[in-house]
């Protein structure tokens, strides 16, 4: 995430390494670079600022000099000191706050994926987003225009959210069995908000929430960051294994049960009735409450699936979880919670202090979408092109992966959990993807035990990108194999 | 926040009791109010209804009767039991979570203000926003149509946010004095989340925070809650006094120091210029970094402010919190925090665990003000208008509280912090407006010890309400000391 914006300017009379020098020293005097800061590799340096290594290693000998920088062998480069320390007290080393702070960093492998997909050079075989290609740009345009015509203030909204909005998603969840008030309803910014808000808002340190192994929760530290343990069950084809609930709840005494019933993130499975019905009697057997995560439900591309959790909870057990950012735009970070009404005040108000609610813009687009007929027909148009997508995915497997991976068909979603059956290092493939500007994301950021796994998203990439992109991860498979 | 849209239909043959039974019926059936709930009181239900209480006790104690709910003197009625639970396992009570979670509940004052706040005929003599009638409807019109008609796309932005919205603020910044590159900045959903960040992401548990007393820090529970704990400095009216800065982070080892230098919350107080440099020169000596909240500042009235301790932080010792909240938009959830690069990249990493950014949206739209000029219109228009309204208010508390308190008059900002003389229960005196519906926000949920405050806004309510609410105050309190 150090990116320089800067290059120096090869016209002027000032020798280049110079103007590095000067560049330099104006982000340690600013503060920008302080004492203890690890400069990039002197390879990165160079590429960044478009010159030669040896320019680069003249500026830093330079800035050595001054006794700015020190260099040591196998650990890099630091700021260890600046002008005006010299002359004042020492500088601050700010390595203790950021190795100190409570909430664990993200793995390497997501900061990695996170700052790649920053890239605009790169091609995106795994990104869990709609293709820029499926925005609606024109109706969006529509949506803007509209609420820039109504709206005459801009202020907070009330701590569940804007209630226009709440009372759209009111009526528009009732088509899959949900009814409930806008006051069950609690707008977040996001359905990983709303993790963060559960994790802080209504479990203990120490607690544990069982899920499906693999899954999305595990590529996140938030839980683990609030000293909740996350406990994996076993699933299938069909969803998880609710017969093997009760015997893991009884160890663990689980506090929650995660899962994505929909078109599952990563595996992209989908749960059946059959499972849903045994799932939800079990977890009320056991006193179980359930979060389901269902941001992926609209984006079915062969049959509807079953009923949400949610539409047969006659005892207010599940935490129901909607979003936006599948089916429309990651961009407006809308979602939202429904759950009994005093577990949604209890959100609200730590909604309240973490934020003070979500951007009142996005949740009057988010209204003019919903309201309007526009999200439907948006939908409804998304899942013919991810059909197109999943369909020319899976052809490009059969052609280039048939003797070396195994995958399911997804019903629906984004996803294939690609099983790769030569013994091969993913995080090697990874990196070897990455040099040739391919970004995959790796199963063991799902679960550590899935190492042989590659999560392949179809509906980001083109389908040009797909087929280049899948031929060409196939190609490095294989050297990988030789 | 047990808001019930819902009223009886008074033409309808089925007795009104009758509907309100169902409809409790319903809220109980679909889980929204699940065992353990306390409903609303009669008095309250009768007011949502629209009903005679007698009306309510009927609808009541018919649901005794079906064994649903149950009432006990002086604790309310609370669900007890639903249909299906007879016949099905026990109902899960949520209580155990709401009230176990590791993060505190707002303070019960700031619970109150904040569900009083969204009654619309509510008076608000201390809410701490601009009027919605400076807001800059026309101008935001023209600022969404150009968005609108440029945006090609919706996704998620970098981890530290939309670059082209850093360079706006990169570019702003400098006529504070500040200069920093874009990838120093990190865009954050107000200057709360930047403090929420920072308590997760930079500091122990155990650790303390050393800030002015009172100030609107000691009103959230965000660093209680993440075990760090804030101790308060004397100030005066030039600001936090340096001098006392050694021995109390001797005694207290403290983390960082808060400080808002600019129109204090909720004292209104400007730091001077000489205590600016005195305190970021004991700061700099003790290795203390600082958090400056200088979101007030372009809120000046008479003079503009000193620059900020940021402009002067040569050794990356400031973490610097700016905000569209106060002068343009609190609806667009836009703030930013500058400080060294390596703890911009942490707070980055957080956030993206947290809700992955901001709107993208409101970002866009953030941008564009920033670019055009209109900003710069915008709070120059902004500036006449706070000056009438604190002159307005000066004269109104000149004519009612001249015998009964004190004041400073404030140079910028929204807040007059209103000292009452005569010993009157700041309490009683909030729930006695309350009743009469006008918000004042008092003292202590700044600081337990200042009993004898009113935090006083005139930036929200118009000049007439603020006549006429300011009026009806000194009488509340002339009838109190009586």
């Known amino acids: 995430m150090n990116t320089i914006d800067w290059k120096p300017d090869k016209t002027n009379t000032v020798p280049v390494y110079q103007q590095i020098v000067q560049f330099i020293k104006q982000k340690i005097a600013n503060g920008e670079w302080p004492v203890g800061f690890k400069l990039p590799s002197q390879r990165e340096l160079a590429a960044m600022f478009g010159v030669n290594r040896s320019t680069v290693i003249t500026a830093l000998d330079e800035l050595m000099a001054d006794g700015l920088i020190q260099g040591e062998p196998g650990k890099g480069t630091r700021v260890v000191n ?16 950021v190795e100190a702070g409570m909430y664990q960093p993200n793995l390497p492998a997501i900061q990695e994926i996170n700052r790649a997909e920053a890239d605009p050079g790169i091609l995106r075989l795994s990104t869990g987003e709609l293709s820029p290609e499926l925005f609606p740009a024109s109706d969006m345009k529509q949506v803007l225009t509209q609420v820039a015509h109504t709206m005459d203030h801009l202020g907070y909204e009330e701590p569940k959210g804007y209630v226009s909005l709440r009372r759209e998603i009111s009526r528009y969840v009732k088509r899959f069995g949900i009814d409930v008030s806008p006051s069950s309803i609690l707008i977040v910014s996001g359905a990983l908000q709303a993790l963060q808000l559960i994790s802080v808002g209504l479990l203990q340190r120490g607690a544990t929430v069982l899920l499906e192994k693999p899954s999305y929760l595990f590529s996140l530290p938030i839980f683990q960051s609030a000293g909740v343990r996350l406990s994996g069950l076993p699933m299938d084809e069909q969803g998880i294994q609710p017969d093997m609930i009760p015997v893991h709840n009884k160890k663990q005494n689980g506090a929650f049960l995660y899962t994505i019933p929909s078109f599952h993130n990563p595996t992209g499975y989908l749960m059946t009735e059959e499972r849903r019905r045994q799932l939800y009697q079990i977890c009320e057997a056991e006193q179980l409450p359930i979060v389901e995560d269902d941001v992926y439900r609209e984006l079915w591309i062969d049959a509807e699936p079953p009923l949400p959790l949610k539409a047969r909870d006659q005892n207010g057990l ?8 599948k089916t429309l735009s990651p961009g407006l970070r809308i979602g939202w919670v429904i759950g009994p009404e005093p577990v949604i005040n209890r959100l609200a108000d730590i909604k309240m202090q973490t934020d003070y609610g979500s951007s009142s813009l996005s949740q009057r687009v988010a209204t003019e979408w919903l309201a309007g007929g526009l999200y439907d027909d948006h939908v409804r148009q998304v899942r013919q092109e991810l059909k197109k997508r999943r369909d020319a ?22 996803y294939i959990w690609l099983k790769i059956l030569p013994s091969v290092s993913m995080r090697k493939l990874f990196h070897r993807a990455l040099v040739e500007k391919m970004l995959i994301n790796p199963g063991h950021v799902y679960h550590q035990g899935e190492h042989q796994y590659v999560r392949i998203s179809y509906s980001y990439a083109s389908i040009g990108e797909l087929h280049e992109g899948l031929g060409r991860l196939a190609r490095l498979i294989r050297e990988e194999m030789a």
Chains 1, 2 share one sequence.
């Open 318 to 325: 599940v935490l129901y979880l909607g979003s936006l950012s």
């Open 82 to 97: 600046n002008t005006w320390s010299l002359l004042t007290a020492a500088s601050l080393d700010w390595r203790r706050y």
């Open 393 to 414: 995915a899976v052809q490009v497997l059969e052609a280039h992966f048939h003797d070396i991976a195994e995958w399911n068909v997804p019903q629906g979603g984004f």
